[in-house]
């Protein structure tokens, strides 16, 4: 079965207080129905990676970000031998350019969280193991393959490497 390919584009901010947020979203409907979840979702025929992170975000919270501003800082593969039909590869994306204010749609309540805070328990199994290293500036490899119950990590392959310059 092959990979579907998605894309998530995580946005950065200083808060006020001077401490790092990142946009993730309360998802409402569709699969991973109440998780926390970063922005994004397909990457449509004839569309790059970059071009639908920058689609996703806005039609998910009304940010809007120039493709040109997109740092690459991931690929993962999930694959859920249980449903094979779920299996995926993600292009992860980091910005801290964005204009807009987040709103909420019919499918993300989108709200900033500290970084060094992530609700890592309202996410899927898999965040912990590579979102904190994506957002110390690191590009990270990895691979996830889900127990029968498509919720648990059963196994996790994770390369994290510091971003040059």
Not at 16 to 26: F, I, K, N, S
Request: glycine share 8%; aromatic share 8%; with cysteine.
């Amino acid at each position: 079965m092959t990979l579907t390919p998605m894309c998530l584009c995580l946005v950065t901010r200083t808060a006020a207080d001077g401490q790092r947020e990142v946009l993730l979203g309360r998802k409402k409907r569709g699969f991973g129905a109440g998780n926390v979840v970063g922005l994004g979702g397909h990457v449509e025929a004839g569309e790059s990676p970059a071009r639908a992170a920058v689609r996703e975000l806005l039609e998910e919270s009304s940010l809007v970000a120039p493709e040109s501003a997109l740092r690459p800082a991931a690929k993962l593969v999930f694959r859920f031998p249980a449903r094979p039909h779920y299996d995926q590869e993600v292009t992860v994306f980091v910005t801290g350019t964005a204009t807009g204010a987040p709103r909420e749609c019919d499918e993300i309540a989108p709200a900033w969280y500290p970084v060094r805070a992530l609700p890592l328990e309202a996410m899927w199994d898999d965040a912990g193991h590579w979102m904190p290293d994506v957002l110390e500036g690191h590009y990270v490899d990895a691979e996830f393959t889900f127990a029968d119950d498509c919720l648990t990590v059963a196994t996790a392959r994770v390369r994290a490497e510091p971003v040059a310059g």
